[in-house]
């Protein structure tokens, strides 16, 4: 039987938005080192999983060019959208085609986000989007328009903050609307030469500000350190792997998982109390194998967050990093941290804190910086978070930098541990003996005597502060052998969740 003429004039035209009818486009994206928007989504969700929305859509442009043309050049108006399955579990995925006019946002595109948003909501389906682009398309002619400010897809994207995990993958180029995509999403990965920026190259001279090449508008370089980024990848392939392995954490626990050997944690804090360490191989060796994603690494270094889990539990983490300012709480560590806890609660992960820091970095430069109400940003979201927390002080609580690690106060965790090495007090020791000694010492002419003096009582207060005494006092829960810790916070996490998550309500997640 001969195949129906309509039906084939349908496969012909889905023929047409496929990768094998455009090889001059396919070919240029390839000459600069990109994939093209089918092949990451491809990729990224499960074989015959994909259902598409629109994709018969064209650019809003026939006033001004041949209907043909504008079928085999402008597929899909230039975003591919649908739902699909990513590590067998539903999801949205959507990616702007860089192909398709510079991967700018059309008339189609538009009310195709908002079909698709709106979807998302009901029902509630995690998203990636693929938001490389060059923003706002003027060209289109369709439709009648002044403004294009009645458009509704930011206020929908921004809108399901805190209702489903979102997250934005930008290769190369994503200016003005597509880089509020992106800065809306909850998690942003890109890859080194991407270049991020509200306005772009056209709107920068526009506003009599120069001309600026796209690729030194918002490069990595700028948006790493500054913290718009969370993941940095090397290219399109380790970004949708990166964007998969994020959305895992989202999608619940894992029945397969194997740990670390757990005594290797008894050795991972140095006994002197001064010396520096890295606590990420601390982080890996709790974690299950191979589970843990750090983000925003380049930013804050003082504070971690990260993603793991403890026996296929996903969980997030925070931790105070020697390594940088002696893991002093800074208005940045506090911003990433309070920004991480939010989005934890509003998904349902529960949060560890490891905790070494002399507190909160102070001093007229750090004030500067709006310390006092970036720092109190970290206490609030700890106090408003309703997901299980647990902490284990490494080394030195000291002050209110170390209130803020725990939520506030030592008795606000599920469980609050300390190793052997640790110390707690109000301030740092040496600072404590400093201040409260200070006539003494200055009747102290000699200087070796002074400093002996100080030394002597340190060592004292040292004794003192002792994470044994504050147990004895029971300001903490517990002293621990490092090699506990893992199970110690599994157990509290399983006891936690037993009767079931409580209701979280919607909250949305501030986008620093």
């Not at 930011?154 to 800065?183: D, E, M, T, Y």
């Not at 964007?243 to 626990?253: E, H, P, T």
């Not at 700890?382 to 106060?409: C, D, E, K, N």
């Not at 300001?475 to 052998?481: A, F, G, R, T």
Request: net charge negative; proline share 5%.
């Amino acid at each position: 039987m001969s195949e129906r003429d309509d039906l084939a004039e349908l496969q012909r035209r889905r023929a047409l938005t496929e990768d094998a009818a455009r090889a001059e486009a396919v070919a240029k994206r390839r000459a600069g080192g990109g994939r093209t928007a089918r092949e990451n989504l491809a990729d990224l969700v499960d074989p015959g999983s994909f259902v598409e929305y629109g994709r018969l859509a064209i650019a809003a442009q026939r006033q001004r060019r041949d209907l043909q043309e504008l079928i085999e050049r402008t597929p899909a108006d230039g975003l591919i959208a649908g739902t699909a399955t990513v590590n067998g579990r539903p999801c949205a995925v959507l990616s702007y085609d860089y192909t398709v006019l510079a991967g700018t946002q059309g008339a189609l595109g538009h009310r195709k986000k908002d079909r698709l948003f709106e979807l998302i909501e009901r029902m509630r389906l995690p998203t990636i989007f693929f938001a490389e682009g060059g923003g706002g398309r003027p060209g289109d002619t369709d439709y009648p328009v002044v403004s294009a400010l009645d458009t509704r897809a930011f206020a929908l994207w921004a809108g399901l903050s805190g209702v489903v995990p979102r997250i934005a993958v930008v290769k190369g180029r994503c200016f003005a609307g597509n880089a509020v995509i992106a800065g809306c999403s909850d998690l942003i990965v890109a890859t080194e030469d991407a270049s991020i920026g509200i306005g772009g190259p056209a709107m920068i001279a526009g506003g009599g500000l120069g001309d600026v090449d796209p690729d030194d508008v918002g490069p990595i370089e700028m948006q790493a350190p500054n913290g718009v980024v969370d993941v940095v990848v090397a290219d399109e392939e380790q970004g949708v792997a990166a964007a998969r392995r994020l959305l895992g954490y989202f999608q619940g626990a894992t029945e397969e998982w194997s740990a670390p050997d757990q005594t290797r944690l008894r050795d991972l804090v140095p006994e002197r109390e001064r010396r520096a360490y890295k606590v990420a191989p601390i982080i890996e060796t709790l974690a299950d194998e191979g589970s843990v994603t750090f983000l925003r690494e380049r930013f804050a270094p003082e504070m971690v967050t990260a993603f793991a889990r403890i026996e296929g539990r996903p969980i997030g983490v925070i931790a105070n990093n020697t390594m940088a300012m002696a893991g002093a709480v800074t208005a940045g560590a506090s911003d990433k941290a309070a920004r991480f806890l939010q989005l934890c609660d509003a998904f349902g992960l529960p949060v560890v804190s490891l905790v070494d820091t002399p507190g909160y970095m102070v001093g007229p430069k750090a004030e500067a910086e709006a310390l006092v109400r970036r720092a109190s940003r970290l206490l609030v979201a700890g106090a408003a978070i309703r997901v299980p927390l647990a902490a284990v002080i490494l080394r030195r609580g000291y002050g209110l930098g170390a209130q803020a690690m725990v939520a506030g106060s030592l008795h606000e965790p599920l469980l609050t541990v300390a190793w052997p090495s640790a110390h707690l007090g109000p301030m740092g020791l040496e600072g404590a003996v400093r201040l409260s000694l200070r006539r003494e010492l200055e009747a102290i002419e000699d200087e070796a005597e002074r400093e002996q003096r100080v030394r002597d009582v340190t060592a004292a207060a040292q004794e003192n502060a002792k994470a044994i005494n504050a147990a004895q006092l029971f300001e903490i829960d517990d002293v621990i052998d490092p090699a506990e810790t893992r199970q110690l916070i599994a157990a509290t996490f399983a006891a936690a969740t037993a009767s079931g998550q409580p209701s979280r309500g919607h909250r949305f997640v501030d986008t620093w």
